[in-house]
């Protein structure tokens, strides 16, 4: 297979090594893997933030009536916890391990540009600073939900800053966007095709096309927004000519899309560690690609399924429902062959393979309460009610995030050379494991029961399950305290080395690299040969 | 790979990201003006 080269000569000192200098290195960098680094910290710093703001919600839903904050506030906090989750702990995490593992995974000596990777970051803690500023303004942040619907979210003296930082996370995913799609179509090795690239790689480009297709829109939304508020256009005023419910339209028209784009390198990562602790080839490997692709076409036609209540034509019900419900048959394609590669396989269970089994699990939960809520009859039941806050976090905590601290678990020697501890990975996933659906689960029964969403106070009939639900979320946040007490320890105190190819069954060209990864790699191209990329031999 | 070798993949890929990056970018401006055009048309 190809053989790791770092360049060893025919360079000046300083291509060696990274710079000594702490400024330099970390706020002038231009390699993937620093960039990769800096998104991935930056990433759990505000998934713990984020997650400060999910506790502060259930803390005051512990009990029915007010108990600890006031109604506006913890309005702010639904808002900015769906924000900053979204916005800079899920996407940020995975352009980070995009930034790293994608040049290793196709033979890349770094991403295509690399100076407009370290301004796509660099961009977003000036965004998350003055989108978290607003919780100290006098007139408060934004309270209006993360979907910004008009004319509610215009409301707030804070639309200013909102829509400022939206524009700035929506430059630095699109450039971040661009630098995937240039790097993936242009740096490959020789003899890497497309169709010999790792699932995961796969998933990142169809997710980046996603990006360019979708941002756009949500800044065009945002700028109309702002204009209404401050300008005096009418865009989404009745009273003006304009109407709200078109916001809704392209705002959705970018949502859904953006559900995927959260998803589908989940996909990709799990695809990788699957048939790692296997020890099999992915199964399907071309079907698991099409159903990529087909997800992410059918992900632009099914937007108005977050609209079935404002009163759609009966035909676009009709259509939106059947849209929605066509995407299980892709996701389903991809659940087949995740159980199909473990079948008959080899199995071990280390951490990276536990969460990627719960995610397999879990998310196909989430999938089918996403399948009850595509049906319109009964959305009109389940609309605004917790079953929808129970659906989306079964689809982005143990779908997303599940997946990105598998990804992490399994890259995490490769990245460090030292292995995490095993013990206190897998107490991490069975806290995890365990407590997330304690935190979850019951909010089915809510919403069913009819607690309706992003509401501090409630009926004293929906208090056993409220009450269990947040015992369930501090102790899924309490949890993560280990993840970051397993990173911290891998990375300045585990004394156990890691080795060049970490996990048995791992291949791929990343696991020719030593442990840790060379500051620069691939300057010469590898070789590539089929019999050990990571999906096995593709029949053309 | 000889260094001729290296020079023609160095090239041809400074190629083919300049034009990716011009269509894909291009692409992204052109749908956040029709939003906006949409957003004129219906409102």
Not at chain 1, 22 to 29: D, I, K, L, Q
Not at chain 1, 287 to 309: D, P, Q
């Amino acid at each position: 297979m190809a053989h790791a080269t770092t360049h060893e000569h025919d360079h000046h000192d300083d291509h060696h090594g990274a710079p000594k200098n702490f400024f330099v290195r970390w706020c002038m960098s231009t390699n993937h893997k620093d960039i990769g680094t800096l998104y991935l910290v930056f990433s759990l710093l505000m998934f713990f933030i984020g997650g400060s703001f999910a506790m502060v919600i259930r803390a005051e839903l512990f009990k029915p009536g007010l108990q600890l904050v006031q109604p506006y506030f913890f309005n702010e906090m639904t808002t900015m916890h769906a924000l900053v989750m979204i916005f800079g702990a899920v996407m940020p995490a995975f352009v980070g391990l995009g930034n790293w593992m994608i040049p290793l995974m196709i033979g890349a000596p770094d991403m295509a540009l690399p100076r407009m990777n370290n301004l796509s970051f660099w961009i977003l803690p000036f965004a998350f600073s003055l989108l978290l500023s607003t919780l100290f303004l006098p007139g408060g942040g934004p309270a209006g939900g993360w979907t910004m619907y008009p004319p509610l979210s215009l409301q707030g003296d804070s639309v200013a800053y909102l829509v400022f930082a939206v524009h700035l996370m929506g430059i630095s995913s699109i450039m971040g966007a661009i630098n995937i799609i240039a790097t993936i179509l242009n740096m490959r090795a020789p003899g890497m095709d497309l169709l010999k690239m790792p699932v995961f790689v796969w998933s990142w480009l169809i997710t980046a096309f996603l990006l360019i297709a979708v941002m756009p829109v949500l800044a065009g939304a945002v700028t109309m927004l702002l204009t209404d508020k401050y300008f005096g256009t009418s865009f989404f005023n009745a009273a003006g000519g304009g109407d709200p419910v078109l916001f809704q339209h392209i705002f959705w028209f970018f949502g859904h899309p953006e559900v995927y784009i959260m998803i589908l390198p989940a996909f990709g990562l799990v695809s990788e560690i699957i048939p790692t602790f296997a020890r099999k080839p992915i199964f399907g490997y071309k079907a698991m690609v099409f159903a990529i692709a087909s997800i992410a076409f059918l992900s632009f036609i099914v937007w108005a399924h977050h609209m079935f209540a404002v009163g759609l034509p009966l035909g676009g019900e009709i259509f939106f429902m059947y849209a929605t419900m066509l995407i299980a048959v892709p996701t389903g394609v991809k659940v087949f062959n995740w159980v199909s590669t473990m079948w008959g396989g080899s199995m071990t269970f280390e951490t990276p393979m536990l969460f990627a089994i719960a995610f397999v699990i879990l998310f196909t939960i989430g999938g089918f309460s996403g399948l009850m809520l595509a049906l319109a009859p009964a959305d009109f039941q389940y609309h605004d009610t917790y079953f929808v806050v129970a659906h989306f976090h079964y689809v982005l905590v143990t779908g997303a995030i599940f997946a990105i601290i598998a990804g992490t678990y399994y890259w995490l020697p490769k990245w460090t050379g030292h292995m995490y501890s095993e013990t206190w990975g897998k107490i991490h996933f069975w806290n995890s494991v365990i407590w997330v659906n304690v935190l979850f689960f019951p909010q089915h029964f809510l919403g069913l029961a009819g607690m309706p969403r992003r509401i501090p106070d409630y009926n004293v009939a929906f208090a056993n399950f409220n009450m269990i639900s947040s015992i369930g979320g501090f102790l899924f946040g309490a949890s993560q305290l280990i993840f970051l007490g397993v990173i911290v320890h891998a990375v300045w105190f585990s004394k156990k080395k890691a080795p060049d190819r970490v996990w048995e069954g791992a291949k791929g060209l990343e696991w020719t690299l030593p442990s840790p990864a060379p500051y620069h790699t691939f300057d010469v191209p590898p070789v590539i040969h089929d019999d050990e990329l990571a999906h096995g031999h593709v029949e053309d | 790979m000889n260094q001729s070798t290296e020079a023609a993949l160095e090239q041809s890929r400074k190629k083919g990201v300049r034009l990716t990056v011009t269509v894909v970018g291009s692409i992204a401006f052109a749908i956040f003006v029709l939003s906006l055009l949409q957003g004129l048309k219906y409102s």
